[in-house]
């Protein structure tokens, strides 16, 4: 049952789902790996639509490079820790939202002590290890979960139900997939808001899959161009040899 409080905070979202439906959301915990580009929109739109907990996986510092899509920092902020901002920042958005930060690189010996009993898992992290890491986690601890990534003004979004639908690594195999998520030696270029509307759109994949929603990117890889606005949803089918 919400408050009085609640039905207030959530008064916009409210008129599109019901109270059972936010109640449920409130009782649900999410795990993300990074807070960055896809990160900090993407934490936002978490808090503020009111999940239970947000557990953040982060390790890194603030740097100025950052600043120009990482729109959870600021420049007074410059070689803080990015958990600990993100972590205050969040807390005051939504005190109905309790915030985790675990300070450790995700690697496959301590998945299993830092995600635990999780009801969804989001990747937010800027290289492509890592989301397959991501990937082959959701598949270990049957977790749904979604993955985007991005460079310049093109981005990439799938989400995951484990067992049922194809995965990344039906898509790219067991190499680095070519072009979006192919980190070159040396850091990818990138517009702000292209993590932007990537992160958005990964926050709407989670409350989707948290509520058992339509119209989610399962079978499918949705390929955006903000340089020409082109969207092109490109169905994927689950490899029979893949690890899923």
């Given amino acids: 049952m919400l408050t009085d409080v609640q039905k207030e905070r959530y008064a916009r979202q409210l ?3 019901s109270e059972e439906q936010q109640s449920s959301l409130l009782s649900k915990k999410v795990v993300q790996v990074g807070i960055g580009g896809l990160g900090s929109p993407l934490a936002y739109y978490l808090v503020a639509m009111g999940i239970g907990k947000l557990t953040i996986i ?3 510092d603030i740097s100025l490079s950052n600043l120009n899509r990482q ?3 600021s420049t ?3 070689g803080s820790f990015k958990g600990k901002i993100s972590k205050d920042k ?3 958005l939504n005190s109905d939202v309790e915030i985790e930060v675990i300070e450790e690189k995700l ?3 301590n998945y299993k002590k830092i995600i635990r009993e999780a009801d969804y898992l989001v990747d937010a ?3 492509a290890k890592t989301k397959f890491l991501v990937n082959d986690i959701g598949l270990d601890l049957n977790i749904p979960f979604t993955i985007a ?3 310049e003004m093109e981005g990439q979004i799938m989400s995951v139900v484990p067992h049922e639908t194809a995965c990344y690594r039906c898509v790219f195999g067991k190499v680095k997939p070519k072009g979006l998520v192919n980190n070159p030696p040396g850091p990818l270029g990138i517009y702000g808001f292209t993590a932007g509307v990537l992160g958005a759109m990964q926050a709407a994949e989670v409350i989707k899959g948290l509520l058992k929603m339509d119209g989610r990117l399962l079978n499918s890889m949705l390929m955006v161009d903000l340089l020409y606005m082109q969207f092109l949803n490109v169905k994927v089918s689950k490899n029979n040899n893949c690890i899923c």
């Fill in 15 to 17: 008129l599109e789902m």
């Fill in 90 to 92: 969040l807390e005051a």
């Fill in 71 to 73: 729109i959870m920092y």
């Fill in 107 to 109: 690697t496959q010996k």
């Fill in 58 to 60: 982060e390790y890194d």
């Fill in 149 to 151: 990534g991005v460079r």
């Fill in 125 to 127: 992290s800027d290289n």
């Fill in 76 to 78: 007074s902020e410059i």
